[in-house]
């Protein structure tokens, strides 16, 4: 079934029926805050706190995009994708690494032989202002050198500017340019400022053909929140409903420790189902998360929290 189109009963729907799907939008915000805040208070038993732990790192996507990446810190950052923690193989590698377009064929090479996915930014990570031209030249540069997976950033200018229309055209145009490279398309939350507006966004980005939506690109002082995730769930569930097709959801942008984390997973697990549960579905962008997750199990086990420095910089 295309994903560059919503379909229903078996006929597809046009851009009129995607545009009035989107206005629809209303949240209950008092009662979205007030489900966000009961289900914080969830607690997983003691036994399935490893299980849970391992799974954050399963579904880690370790990030550097930062202007004095190297092809030493990539490679460092490459290696702990693939070993979490050399000293214990019980703990399973990353779902990818995520780099600039220029630094994808240094980590293409350091994870090869792995089940470790290569990522790029792309489509003039964070901002999105440039013309679609250069969008689109960025998107075929990165997947020509390597990348697995294409994050790009939807344009903020034209949605805030009511333009939905342009903001699908543009998604529908990179997508074309992925093929089969799965695409994340980042919201920026933080810049859509109401959850009317992030249902918005999600809607129109998975109307559009995005393998995954994402919370954010991490450079804003606004990143994740937990309600923008339940915001984006329930509009991934009702893009299954209409579709049939199963979309993912990348959480990034202050997420570091492992019990925010926990929080996350607990979220997911309520509102969408353990099926949701797998890095093909869901994905955490981690920097400094996965150094905490990674104490964390070795407390579990050891009794005893290690030093930040006994395990392998990213």
Same mark, same amino acid.
């Given at each position: ?19 009035? %799907? ?8 008092? !009662? ?43 490679? &460092? ?21 995520? +780099? ?15 089940? +470790? ?7 003039? @990570?964070?901002?999105? &202002? ?10 075929? @540069?990165? *997947? ?26 543009? *998604? ?9 490279? %799965?695409?994340? #398309?980042?919201?920026?939350? !933080? ?30 002082? +606004?990143?994740?929140?937990? $309600? ?5 769930a329930k509009a991934v569930l009702d893009y299954e409903l209409?579709? !049939?097709? $199963? ?7 202050? *997420? ?21 549960? #797998? ?16 104490? $964390? ?11 930040s420095y006994y395990f392998p910089r990213g």
């Amino acid at each position: 079934m295309s994903k560059t189109a919503l379909k229903a009963n078996n006929s597809k729907l046009e851009w009129v029926d995607v545009i009035e %799907h989107v206005y629809e939008s209303r949240i209950d915000a008092v !009662g979205l805050n007030e489900r966000v805040a009961s289900l914080a208070t969830r607690s997983i038993k003691k036994e399935s706190k490893l299980e849970a732990l391992n799974m954050i790192v399963s579904m880690c996507d370790l990030t550097t995009l930062e202007g004095e990446d190297t092809k030493g810190k990539i490679s &460092q950052m490459s290696a702990k994708a693939v070993k979490p923690d050399p000293g214990d193989k019980s703990i399973p590698s990353v779902a990818a690494v995520c +780099v600039y377009p220029s630094l994808v064929s240094i980590a293409k090479e350091k994870v090869k032989n792995s089940n +470790v996915k290569v990522a790029a930014v792309s489509s003039y @990570f964070p901002s999105g &202002q440039v013309p679609m031209d250069s969008k689109i030249l960025d998107t075929k @540069f990165a *997947i020509e050198e390597g990348a697995d997976e294409i994050d790009i950033v939807i344009n903020r200018k034209a949605f805030l500017e009511g333009d939905y229309r342009k903001v699908y055209d543009e *998604i529908v145009e990179l997508k074309e340019v992925c093929k089969d490279v %799965h695409l994340k #398309t980042i919201l920026e939350v !933080g810049d859509l400022r109401t959850y009317e507006n992030i249902r918005k966004a999600s809607l129109i980005s998975l109307a559009a053909g995005s393998d995954f939506i994402k919370t954010s690109t991490g450079k804003l002082t +606004v990143g994740s929140s937990r $309600q923008a995730c339940y915001v984006m769930a329930k509009a991934v569930l009702d893009y299954e409903l209409w579709t !049939g097709v $199963q979309a993912g959801i990348k959480v990034a942008g202050g *997420i570091r420790d492992a019990k925010d984390a926990i929080r996350y997973l607990v979220l997911i697990n309520e509102e969408m189902g353990d099926n949701w549960l #797998t890095p093909d579905l869901f994905r955490f962008g981690a920097s400094s998360l996965l150094d905490d997750v990674l104490k $964390q199990i070795r407390k579990l086990k050891t009794g005893a929290y290690q030093a930040s420095y006994y395990f392998p910089r990213g």
